[in-house]
């Protein structure tokens, strides 16, 4: 045990329920959500939310785009990705198992931009989820993550279309050349 994990507060999942605002619980450490997110921010997730829900309704019904909303991975880790597709149904009133996809966006602050390349990429990958994708508005940069042998590897960076494969018997084409409008 290090030092500061012998001094520092650990969170759970009920304490987290009694919080106002915006927070992320990773291995019962709080991460506040706020400022909120900056214009390019919101623009790329309305915008990418709506390719992949145009995508979905074409080529994969059964799955389901979602904004921010709780998926408790443990007890005291509780994450709101930006974007995230789930393809199977949701029984609580929070997400309990891995969704197929998961987009963050990234903000302008330097510590949510490596939480979200280190900490966050480092649990998808261990919960099995298949692809991850990481927005830059700042440099209209699309990176996109898929677990191969059991890591995430690169598979495409800016594409300007890609195809998921969900499922077996789901896949989705998703345009994303008019996200930086």
């Known amino acids: 045990m ?16 009694q ?14 959500m706020s400022p909120a997110p900056v214009p390019s921010h919101q623009r790329a997730s309305i915008r990418l939310g709506f390719e992949l829900e145009l995508a979905l309704q074409k080529g994969c019904k059964k799955c389901k785009l979602y904004h921010p909303i709780d998926w408790k991975i443990s007890d005291d880790t509780i994450l709101q990705p930006d974007l995230l597709i789930v393809c199977n149904k949701i029984e609580k009133k929070y997400l309990d198992f891995a969704p197929a996809l998961i987009v963050e966006i990234l903000s302008p ?17 261990e919960q099995g ?30 594409p300007t279309e890609f195809l998921f494969e969900l499922e077996d018997d789901c896949s989705i084409d998703v345009s994303l050349t008019d996200i930086w409008e």
Not at 2 to 17: G, L, N, Q, V
Not at 109 to 124: F, Q
Not at 137 to 156: C, D, L, M, R, S
């Open 2 to 17: 290090s030092i500061a994990s012998k001094y520092r507060p650990h969170y759970t999942y009920d304490e987290y329920c």
């Open 19 to 32: 919080w106002e605002g915006n927070w992320e619980l990773i291995e019962g450490m709080p991460y506040a």
């Open 109 to 125: 602050a330097t510590a949510t931009a490596s939480k979200d390349r280190n900490e966050k990429m480092e649990i998808y990958e």
């Open 129 to 158: 989820v298949k692809y991850y994708i990481i927005v830059d508005p700042q440099f209209k940069k699309v990176e996109i993550y898929q677990i191969i042998n059991k890591k995430y590897e690169p598979v495409a960076i800016t």
